[in-house]
T-cell receptor, first 110, second 117 residues
Framework: GENVEQHPSTLSVQEGDSAVIKCTYS??????FPWYKQELGKGPQLIID?????GEKKDQRIAVTLNKTAKHFSLHITETQPEDSAVYFC?????????FGSGTQLTVLP | EPEVTQTPSHQVTQMGQEVILRCVPI?????FYWYRQILGQKVEFLVS????????KSEIFDDQFSVERPDGSNFTLKIRSTKLEDSAMYFC???????????????FGEGSRLTVL
């Protein structure tokens, strides 16, 4: 089955700096790669996703890149704000089953 | 905005007791899921449900677990005889896409925290 590795497990940045979280996956059949933000006590919320026929996608301060050959994808958050502080999960999907990474606790310091 | 709702938000039970967690998926969605998250760990897939039957399940989803869509709106997860290691946050999710080979956005509920004593 699919295995998703996520790094780093914790990340602290100064407000206004960029944050980058990286994930690798194992199943070459995976074709959908969402990123979720989870705030304390809440369910995961989709913030951006990318499909395997696209190399990069951007939505305001958030961007995701995908390298299918290397089987890795990354989340980039620019101009970070304190409200970006949360746990971020990457995921990969094949056959409609999402496999999550282990999560990154992002802390944006004011 | 439509959302997935889950009840209860927190349940405490004794080991060996049966627990039913309830979910109301988004009304026009076709695919339903249960995931769980042990405290501080990753979100893990349990089961997916489509067209009134299980379409996929993980190794975690053993004979102690079952799912049901008893009416047109609710989607339930039952744990027959709870164990200490079942303590976790259980998330229901739903998705609307028709094409089986496509995965669309999963909308997650707020979760039900299960504590087994």
């Amino acid at each position: 089955g699919e295995n998703v590795e996520q790094h780093p497990s914790t990340l602290s940045v100064q407000e206004g700096d960029s944050a980058v979280i990286k994930c690798t996956y194992s199943d070459s059949a995976s074709n959908y790669f969402p990123w979720y933000k989870q705030e304390l006590g809440k369910g995961p919320q989709l913030i951006i996703d990318i499909r395997s026929n696209v190399g990069e996608k951007k939505d305001q301060r958030i961007a995701v890149t995908l390298n299918k050959t290397a089987k890795h994808f990354s989340l980039h958050i620019t101009e970070t704000q304190p409200e970006d502080s949360a746990v971020y999960f990457c995921a990969a999907s094949s056959a409609r089953q999402l496999t999550f990474g282990s999560g990154t606790q992002l802390t944006v310091l004011p | 905005e439509p959302e997935v709702t889950q009840t209860p938000s927190h349940q405490v039970t004794q080991m060996g007791q049966e627990v039913i967690l309830r979910c109301v998926p988004i009304s026009n969605h076709l695919y339903f899921y249960w995931y769980r998250q042990i405290l501080g760990q990753k979100v893990e897939f349990l089961v997916s449900f489509y067209n009134n039957e299980i379409s996929e399940k993980s190794e975690i989803f053993d004979d102690q677990f079952s799912v049901e869509r008893p009416d047109g709106s609710n989607f339930t997860l039952k744990i027959r005889s709870t164990k200490l290691e079942d303590s976790a946050m259980y998330f229901c999710a739903s998705s609307g896409l028709r094409r089986l080979r496509d995965t669309g956005e999963l909308f997650f509920g707020e979760g039900s925290r299960l504590t087994v004593l």
